[in-house]
């Protein structure tokens, strides 16, 4: 028998293409502050960390939505480890190129890290239903309040350990230019998924009324189905162009 296709949403990959603008205008920013042409703090300042958290969790959203379609159009187990392996492979990438810009705080388990290890857990309950709404809340949840728990029960210090933070139950953020752990970003892709296993079912037609986008949208669609590519390219063309506008000036 034929193995059943999975076919892209252009709204979904529009709602990426908007996450990947934003992260974009971010990282110029960032990068003008690491070529010192700015002065930002990008580490504690409420109006660049609350950005990356809505970035991030526009991401994770839309990577749970586009399981939840996946799964109902019965993508095989051949077909998600095949993009699997690509993005655990631009997860790698990204540690390397971390380790040479950023050898003190270089990137150990960054958003595509993440991403990697939430997919196998999102594709292994997709059909959990609505539980997923509350093990989403949980999940979040959990993040604020570990460290009362750890206070409580210092034995569990040991979770602050690299070996253990990228689970996310920790009292202190490790030094790194990029943590994603799975608690509590894993909490909002199980909403993505959620969300898109209830439109599903309650709007069977939505798939369906997915129309063709046009003009800039049509761009931006293209735009969201390469996010990997894009994300791994975009940091490494900013700065670069960055630094030559440095030298021309």
């Known amino acids: 028998m034929a193995q ?41 300042d409420p109006f660049w960390t609350w950005q990356r958290t809505a970035i991030v969790s526009l991401f994770l959203f839309t990577a749970g939505l ?49 991403i990697a290890v939430m997919l196998i857990v999102v594709r292994l309950t997709a059909g959990w239903g609505a ?4 093990l989403g809340t949980l999940a979040i949840g959990l993040k604020w309040a570990a460290p009362s728990i750890m206070v409580a029960w210092p034995a569990l210090e040991v979770f602050n350990t690299p070996w253990l933070n990228w689970l996310g139950v920790i009292s202190r953020k490790p030094v790194t230019e990029d943590y994603v752990p799975l608690l509590p970003w894993l909490g909002v892709m199980w909403w993505g998924v959620a969300a898109g296993r209830w439109a599903l079912r309650n709007h069977p037609q939505w798939p369906g009324n997915d129309a063709p ?37």
């Not at 996010?227 to 791994?232: D, R, T």
């Open 66 to 114: 586009s399981q939840a379609v996946a799964v109902h159009q019965g993508q095989t187990w051949a077909r998600f480890w095949r993009r699997w392996l690509q993005v655990a492979g631009a997860a790698l990438l990204v540690t390397a190129g971390s380790l040479l810009v950023f050898p003190g705080s270089f990137i150990y388990f960054g958003v595509l890290h993440g």
């Open 213 to 249: 986008a046009r003009g800039v949208n049509k761009a931006l669609v293209l735009m969201g189905r390469w996010s990997l590519s894009y994300y791994l390219l975009h940091q490494p063309v900013l700065m670069g162009l960055i630094w030559l506008g440095m030298q021309l000036t």
């Open 4 to 44: 059943p296709m999975t076919q892209r949403l252009d709204r979904i990959d529009l709602l990426r293409a908007s996450a990947m603008l934003w992260m974009t205008a971010y990282h110029f920013c960032f990068d003008l502050n690491f070529f010192r042409l700015i002065r930002e703090d990008f580490y504690r």
């Open 131 to 134: 539980w997923l709404w509350l």
